[in-house]
């Protein structure tokens, strides 16, 4: 048998965080509202009723259509998908068939692979358009089904890829990547959990060379079949986006193996069972029985806003961050993963180079952007970029995430964390005491500086001369074993009497110094 490719094209679904529902003024807020008081004759569907399009709904799906790098069409229409189920009051979707917002785009996509390698792929993004979402349904216990119309016509905004996606973690991967982008646009909170964002996978195996693309389809050369392909519903965390799409491989591959075959069907992500089931046969376009809105008229986009302009986006933050700080990459994920967080380190990075520039060991350092006049406190940049994004990205998450303080209640000014990083970088106060410093200024409550707290509790680095005399004074009595051993031409011994020195001092003494004066000391 030829090798099984999988085939994987992803349809995300997002609601859009407007004022008002799609076509009618109701309040866009089915999470807020009691079941059923969000909603009007409008999205109920009652007989002689006319929607009107959201303004802020189209800019917002236009803005999103852009930062995919779609091209937006001049021309837009909506249309009618008729199907029939009890979320959906009108037994018809307005959505939009052949005249879209956007289309032709692509993501740039950096990911992990399994051998823990960075790929940056490029996923096709077919099209964008702009529907209206549907009803919610709750089954209880009793086996009844409750309908909640509050959720009916929220702008909703779907996003079809071409048959791009290898495999589940770039599926997962590409998800991800797109929630940050609507975060980013500010267009969309975009949380799966509570089904702002919804992922829907298509999957089918099929044999090398047995295919071509074109036209954003899987289409089979002449003398072979295609295998039918699955789509994947239900799927409402990214961890569960991977496991659906890994387990419909797994499940495919096995048919194909045993030499089944199969129909086009629908499948649930079941949780529980950590296993995708039937749920119906796939629909067709032609079963949706698609025609023109007639109470909408065809309109154009462009007039409505025609100069949409972007922020800069997750992928060109990540790249500048590696750039213009010298962040490693993971850690240029990690502080671009919250656009939040990486206001909050920009703001940071901004503040440590005015900071080292006013504190006298490092004032004639050159530490932006790259390199440095050597000497004991000028180090490279990099460096810097390595101190600075350890502590944001390991030391104040880990603390943050131990008192669950979420980053836009943190007290913690940027200004005072980057005094926080200079200290460190000059070699005032060394990474143990610095972090007692930082749990200090965490659950103060208040803003503190870490110049006072440092100075109060003694946590800075000791430099006195007379100070570190006594302490190597102390440690050459307490271990004549030790110094003998090193006197003897043991050089590694040196280590220990630092060591023990360290303790003495509770971390405090300048270790640089210490060493200086024990080898010194031991000399005589």
């Known amino acids: ?91 018809y979707q307005i959505s939009q068939y052949d005249q879209p917002i956007g289309e032709h785009g692509e993501i740039d996509l950096t990911f992990d692979r399994e051998d823990n390698q960075r790929t940056l792929a490029k996923i096709g993004v077919t099209r964008v358009h702009l529907e209206e979402d549907t009803a919610t349904l709750t089954h209880d216990d009793s086996g009844n089904t409750l309908v909640d119309f509050n959720r009916a016509g929220v702008p909703l905004v779907e996003i079809v890829s071409e048959p791009d996606v290898e495999t589940a973690l770039e599926a997962k991967t590409y998800c991800q990547e797109l929630q940050l982008i609507f975060r980013y646009l500010g267009v969309s909170t975009a949380d799966m959990e509570k089904g702002q964002m919804r992922c829907e996978a298509n999957v089918s195996l099929q044999e090398e060379g047995s295919y071509i693309k074109k036209d954003g389809a899987i289409q089979a050369k ?112 990690m502080l671009t993963a919250d656009k939040d967080w990486a206001n909050y380190t920009e703001a940071v990075m901004s503040e440590l180079h005015g900071w080292l520039h006013s504190l006298p060991e490092t004032k004639t350092c050159e530490v932006s952007p790259l390199g440095g006049i050597r000497g004991r406190f000028c180090k490279p940049a990099k460096e810097l970029a390595r101190l600075a994004g350890g502590w944001l990205t390991t030391k104040l998450v880990g603390a943050m995430n131990e008192r669950k303080i979420d980053i836009r209640i943190l007290k ?7 005094e926080l990083i200079s200290l460190i970088y000059a070699e005032r106060v060394n990474s143990t005491n610095a972090q007692k410093i930082l749990i200090e200024m965490l659950d103060s409550g208040v803003d503190l500086d870490p110049s006072h707290v440092m100075e109060e509790k003694g946590y800075g680095q000791i430099r006195d001369d007379a100070a570190l005399a006594a302490v190597v004074d102390e440690i050459v009595v307490n271990y004549p074993k030790q110094v003998a051993d090193f006197k003897a031409g043991k050089e590694p011994v040196i280590k220990f009497l630092i060591g023990m020195a360290m303790k003495a001092t509770e971390g405090s003494a300048d270790p640089i110094m210490l060493e200086k004066m024990l080898r010194e000391k031991l000399k005589n």
């Open 1 to 91: 048998m030829s090798k099984l490719i999988p085939i994987i094209g992803l349809e995300i679904h997002v609601e859009l965080k407007t004022k008002s529902k799609m076509f009618c003024s109701c309040a866009n807020g089915p999470f807020t509202a009691a079941p059923n008081t969000a909603v009007c004759e409008i999205c109920l569907a009652h007989p002689g009723t006319l929607p009107v399009p959201n303004r802020e709904a189209i800019i917002s799906t236009m803005k999103i259509a852009k930062a995919l790098g779609c091209s937006v069409n001049q021309r837009c229409k909506f249309d009618r998908k008729h199907y029939f189920y009890p979320d959906l009051p009108k037994g």
């Open 222 to 333: 002449a003398g072979h079949t295609l295998h039918p392909k699955v789509e994947v519903k239900n799927i409402n965390s990214f961890r569960a986006v991977e496991k659906a799409i890994e387990y419909e491989i797994k499940r495919q591959n096995d048919l194909i193996a045993a030499g089944e075959t199969w129909r086009q069907e629908t499948r649930g992500w079941d949780e529980s069972k950590q296993a995708t089931v039937h749920q119906r046969f796939k629909e067709t376009a032609a079963d949706y029985r698609y025609f023109p809105e007639p109470d909408i008229p065809p309109f154009e986009p462009v007039k409505l806003a025609p100069d949409i302009s972007l922020p800069e986006l997750p992928l060109s933050k990540r790249a500048r961050f590696v750039e213009e700080y010298g962040f490693s990459l993971a850690d240029a994920f």
């Open 412 to 418: 913690i000014k940027p200004e005072n964390f980057a």
